[in-house]
């Protein structure tokens, strides 16, 4: 389970796929390249702090992760959180909260958390990864339209009030610069597929720039020199006041982290035909969250755009995301000094575009259509996130999400009280239908369609405990209850002091395994007794009828008998 992919493929690998790979691997690092700076940027860090994050969190994710093919490096998911968190705790607080967002994520591989991780409901990802994809945009509307605002608000509204302010200092030549990056990144696709339209929009912003003189500020002109040199790692102080401070940030992270990497993952798979490891996946990521800072980089996740371009161009194994992150080195050690002079402007074109992909407006437009509780949890989280904090809005939308999650296992888990003296007589199509059966007098039969969890168990309680006369004996059909949860369990334990108190038995009938087993566990089989507990309702009723001291009234023609632990469930 925690061996990672790469170890799994090596000795498989053909020369003619390490070819593809190495091939795919270079292409994906050069896609990679403006991303990473603009990420660094956008987040509120100096652009090596991003590419930096790309080398040492894409190379980590490939050597240990559980894809073959994800590549790992700075999204855009993370700019409104790592922003957030730099202007609150500074650069020290984001190494702190990013390392501990390591730690949970190696934690919930370990303790496999990948499945579970992939229950969270589609509307709460949408809404936050639209949310972020306005946040995104909003971010790059000084440097598109050179606005020249030296400290732009965090607030959204604060934020575009000021933009409002200020659109009458419109910089055209920088507007030009923007504009021109766009129109190549848009419309390049169709020239070629195998050099990315970012690529060409800085090489062609960047020369047109500085021949013609143009007042564009550059990334020179803001942060000064790119170091080409990854720093030495370092170990930040601890500050137990300030972890505890930054332990929902870094929850956070955590969770945007191990949602972004499982959807790539996922994605890829569908793209290839394979199938990850969730739980090695989050264990690699962890680790590259917690080394990635130590050099200085920001919060590392698998990328979608850049893991698909390496399947597109003959990536299928982790050695394609070693040679991205080998890639960015060279680039960075090599060629470092020429990145500082391009402009803001086209790196902000990148980040419209990737904001533009982001918001994924034909999926929210389609999400609207949705449930009411669907569309209430959707546009919670997308206003949450949009107009306060991506913290808020997870935590929200994951409370209104498991709301809706225990009203819809109440409405969905059916409870019903079945007595001989139900008015409908007619012939059932169920052949073990109670309405076919003799229930005896001082017997009552309920049956619980459905998981027995926190919803239905409360709806189970209301019921049983609206009946006048208790009965002398209690019949549970549970064939349909394939789960039973902890609040189940306690329930039943509560209807067997009752039933004590009052001289009552319980029987439960077509009990299935997990449900089995959870009263094992719970210490509740001994307490109900197996000779109460059976695989169908007719021995369920005539143990009743033994209870009562009536005659069995003896098998049906077509009953299978328990043979060894199997049972015949009705």
């Known amino acids: 389970m925690f061996k990672p992919k790469l170890f799994v493929i090596l000795p498989k690998l053909t020369k003619e796929q390490l070819l593809n790979d190495i091939n795919a691997g270079v292409l994906v690092g050069i896609v990679a390249l403006p991303l990473a700076i603009a990420f660094g940027i956008a987040s509120g860090v100096s652009p090596e702090k991003g590419l930096i994050t790309a080398v040492i969190g894409g190379l980590i994710v490939s050597l240990l992760g559980g894809s073959r093919v994800q590549i790992g490096g700075p999204t855009g998911a993370f700019i409104v959180i790592v922003y957030g968190i730099i202007q609150q705790y500074g650069i020290d607080g984001l190494i702190l909260a990013t390392i501990m967002a390591g730690i949970i994520l190696i934690i919930m591989g370990f303790a496999q958390f990948g499945s579970i991780i992939k229950f969270i409901p589609y509307p709460v990802v949408v809404g936050f990864t639209s949310g972020i994809a306005v946040v995104i945009f909003s971010s790059q509307v000084n440097d598109f339209l050179g606005l020249n ?104 992270i955590a969770v945007l982290t191990a949602i972004e990497a499982l959807l790539s993952a996922v994605v890829a798979d569908g793209m290839i035909g ?61 060629l470092g000094q020429w990145a500082k002079l391009i402009p803001m402007a086209a790196l902000a074109a990148i980040l419209v575009v990737v904001a533009y992909n982001m918001s994924e407006i034909h999926i929210f437009r389609k999400l609207l259509k949705s449930p009411r509780s669907d569309v209430v949890v959707l546009l919670t989280t997308f206003g949450l996130t949009v107009i306060f904090d991506l913290t808020v809005a997870i935590e929200i939308g994951m409370i209104l999400a498991v709301i809706l999650f225990m009203r819809r296992m109440a409405n969905v888990s059916n409870i019903s009280v079945i007595t001989r003296e139900l008015r409908d007589q007619e012939e059932s199509e169920d052949a073990n239908s109670i309405e076919n059966k003799t229930v005896p007098d001082g017997v009552e039969v309920y049956e619980v369609s459905g998981p027995f969890f926190f919803g239905a168990a409360t709806k189970f309680k209301e019921i049983i405990y609206r009946v006048e006369n208790p009965p002398k004996i209690m019949i549970l059909r549970m064939r349909n209850v394939q789960a039973i949860d902890a609040t189940g369990l306690n329930l039943l334990s509560e209807i067997m002091r009752d039933n004590k108190k009052e001289g009552a038995t319980l029987i439960l009938s077509g009990v299935h395994a997990q449900p089995l087993y959870a009263l094992t566990q719970y210490k509740l089989l001994d307490e109900i007794g197996e000779e109460n507990i059976f695989g169908n309702i007719d021995d369920a009723l005539d143990r009743a009828r033994e209870l009562l001291g009536l005659p069995k009234k003896g098998r049906p023609q077509n009953f299978i008998p328990v043979v060894k632990r199997e049972m015949k469930y009705d």
Request: a neutral charge; charged letters at 15%; hydrophobic letters at 50%.
């Open 149 to 252: 605002i030296e400290k732009v608000p965090a607030d959204f509204i604060e934020k575009w009030t000021e933009f409002i302010k200020h659109f009458n200092a419109i910089n055209y030549e920088t507007l030009s610069i923007a504009l021109l990056s766009l129109v190549i990144i848009v419309f390049w696709s169709k020239v070629s597929k195998k050099i990315p339209g970012s690529i060409i929009a800085l090489i062609v912003a960047t020369a047109v720039t500085h021949l013609l003189d143009l007042n564009v500020e550059t990334i020179e002109s803001r942060f000064g020199e790119i170091p080409s040199s990854i720093p030495a790692p370092f170990i930040p102080s601890f500050d137990l006041l300030l972890i505890k401070e930054l332990m929902l940030p870094a929850t956070t």
């Open 274 to 334: 394979g199938k990850h490891k969730s739980n090695m996946e989050l264990v690699a990521q962890g680790v590259a969250n917690v080394v990635s800072p130590l050099f200085g980089g920001i919060p590392v996740t698998g990328a979608i755009a850049r893991t698909a371009t390496n399947i597109k161009n003959g990536g299928r194994t982790p050695v394609a995301g070693i040679v991205h992150a080998i890639t960015l080195l060279f680039i960075m050690l090599i």
